[in-house]
């Protein structure tokens, strides 16, 4: 199993739609947690980093679940600029390593 | 401005030649990383820096070195070595290594044939 997943997608939503990404990880010791969002053949952008109480930036909200070891990046009002690829990120408590998912790849359509 | 620079942005190298990726960063962060990324995969993490003069192996550090003489520059070599150096090479930092965010360069593309 890896310790960062996350579905590849593409998820194809039209403009203004709602969309929920989910990031799985497998070290419930993991206490950082990270959405960065990643154009074609460009560098991985911060998005936002994720709270245990939530975090909301304007349309894009953050949860993470300990229980169930997850974090979420909820999208409101798609735009077409919000085609990206967005990339979890977990870092383990005390140590220099940051776990990459492989991406979920957003496509919002006119 | 702050931010961190890499250069160049495409890179072309015949096979068996070693060949420098440059990487500064202006933000006064102490820990700096590289990373490799192919196609359809996740970042990979090749060596990392916590500090001047002190730099550890990250997952796939075969084929590479890496040097921190300075706290803002953290040049990545790509030796003959690697058997597959073709790739996206991406150079990021953050305040320290015990946590935060990193932030990242806009990545060297090296093509080697």
């Known amino acids: 199993r890896k310790e960062v997943e996350q579905d590849p997608g593409p998820f194809n939503v039209p403009e203004g739609a709602t969309v929920a990404f989910n990031c799985t990880y497998s070290?419930?010791?993991?206490?950082?947690f990270f959405w960065y969002r990643q154009d074609c053949r460009k560098e991985p952008k911060l998005l936002m980093s994720v709270y245990s109480s939530g975090n909301e930036d304007g349309r894009f909200t953050a949860q993470l679940n300990r229980a169930s070891q997850y974090i979420s990046l909820l999208i409101r009002d798609s735009k077409l600029s919000d085609s990206a690829t967005y990339l979890c990120?977990?870092?383990?408590?005390?140590?220099?390593?940051?776990?990459f998912g492989t991406g979920t790849r957003l496509k919002v359509l006119a | 401005d702050g931010g961190i620079t890499q250069s160049p942005k495409y890179l072309f190298r015949k096979e068996g030649q070693n060949v420098t990726l440059s990487c500064e960063q202006n933000?006064?962060?102490?820990?700096m990383y590289w990373y490799r990324q192919d196609p359809g995969q996740g970042l990979r993490l090749i060596y990392y820096?916590?500090?001047?003069?002190?730099?550890q192996k990250g997952d796939i550090a075969e084929g590479y070195s890496v040097s921190r003489e300075k706290k803002e520059s953290f040049p990545l070599t790509v030796t003959s070595a690697q058997k597959n150096p073709t790739a996206f090479y991406l150079c990021?930092?953050?305040?320290?290594?015990?946590?935060?965010?990193?932030?990242f360069g806009p990545g060297t593309r090296l093509t080697v044939t």
């Open positions: 820096s916590q500090i001047v003069n002190d730099f």
């Open positions: 933000l006064n962060h102490d820990a």
């Open positions: 070290n419930s010791a993991s206490q950082s």
């Open positions: 990120v977990v870092r383990h408590p005390g140590t220099y390593k940051y776990i």
């Open positions: 990021a930092s953050s305040i320290d290594t015990t946590g935060g965010e990193q932030y």
